[in-house]
């Protein structure tokens, strides 16, 4: 079975201030990694992918994630945050079969001006 | 861009009442799922759809069905509501195959409180 963890429900930190939200997985079989994100009173958005190849991948709105095999963890940092980077962030897993995906509990960002 | 429309975005219900939460998506997509989110636990899957008529349960279906009589429309429904079921619904669609390179698109929500 797939699994996700989520370790930290919430994280505040200063306005442009480097931002880590941690994710570790857990499966038995090759992985498929996923960083979504649900701005207030909305649905949640995809923010950035892991499919295979470089273990470091960018996304949307200058996010990046480091896939790590070794440690099971995929966390998603940010150099500098804003504002409207306050949301909460999902991560999520997809071991093959049904085209669909296992999600973390989710941290909530929030960003302190 | 992709749009998926969940017809209501705040709902009241009264314990033992038939609940219908409807979804629907215009692009096309063969695949559509109903979440459940709920502060601490996530989002959990109750029900998914990979074609017209086709149902596959989630991880929570219990208490739920689903109706998929048409491509772009999924219903959840409750057959008799109880306060544990007071949440955040969320449907979502993706294309069939692309959801490791796409990822699904989600409706806003529909926040149901029963009572």
């Known amino acids: 079975a797939q699994s996700v963890t989520q370790l930290d429900s919430q994280v505040p930190v200063f306005e442009e201030a480097p931002v880590e939200l941690r994710c570790n997985y857990s499966?038995?079989?090759?992985?498929?990694l996923f960083w979504y994100v649900q701005y207030p009173n909305q649905g949640l958005q995809l923010l950035l992918k892991y499919l295979s190849g470089s273990t470091l991948v960018k996304g949307i709105n200058g996010f990046e994630a480091e896939f790590n095999k070794s440690q099971t963890s995929f966390h998603l940092r940010k150099p500098s945050v804003h504002i409207s980077d306050t949301a909460e962030y999902f991560c999520?897993?997809?071991?093959?079969?049904?085209?669909?995906?296992?999600f973390g509990t989710g941290t909530k960002l929030q960003v302190i001006p | 861009d992709v749009k998926v429309t969940q017809s209501s975005r705040y709902l009241v219900k009264r314990t033992g009442e038939k609940v219908f939460l409807e979804c629907v998506q215009d692009m096309d997509h063969e695949n559509m799922f109903w979440y459940r989110q709920d502060p601490g636990l996530g989002l959990r899957l109750i029900y998914f759809?990979?074609?017209?008529?086709?149902?596959e349960k989630g991880d929570i279906p219990e208490g739920y069905s689903v109706s998929r009589e048409k491509k772009e429309r999924f219903s959840l429904i409750l057959e008799s509501a109880s306060t544990n079921q007071t949440s955040m619904y969320l449907c979502?669609?993706?294309?069939?195959?692309?959801?490791?390179?796409?990822?699904?698109?989600f409706g806003s929500g529909t926040r149901l409180t029963v009572v």
């Open positions: 979502a669609s993706s294309l069939a195959g692309t959801i490791r390179n796409y990822g699904y698109t």
């Open positions: 999520a897993v997809d071991s093959g079969g049904y085209q669909k995906v296992t």
């Open positions: 499966s038995s079989v090759s992985v498929y």
């Open positions: 759809s990979y074609d017209v008529k086709m149902k």
